[in-house]
């Protein structure tokens, strides 16, 4: 990245031990991540969080330059099972 070309995404996700993927790529749990800003290229980018017994989500998140994107998510119990 260049000086000047610079974004971060932070996430706030739940559960904690949700396991997150950015643009297909793990990045760690959600407890990994509390609070934690992730330097990112600017533009489109897709985030994937998942757990055991809870539905997955997939999230599409735009990020600008010079800026924090910053998303919240709570996943929802599989209630299938």
């Not at 610079?6 to 031990?17: E, R």
């Not at 790529?25 to 897709?46: F, N």
Request: charged share 15%; net charge negative.
């Amino acid at each position: 990245m260049l000086v000047g070309d610079s974004a971060s995404l932070t996430l706030n996700a739940l559960p904690l031990q949700a396991q997150v993927r950015l643009d297909g790529v793990p990045i760690g749990t959600a407890h990994d991540l509390l609070s934690r800003p992730v330097p990112v290229l600017p533009g489109q980018h897709v985030l994937e969080v998942a757990a055991p017994g809870y539905l997955p989500a997939t999230v599409a998140v735009s990020s600008t330059v010079d800026w924090a994107t910053r998303v919240w998510l709570e996943l929802v119990p599989d209630r299938s099972r």
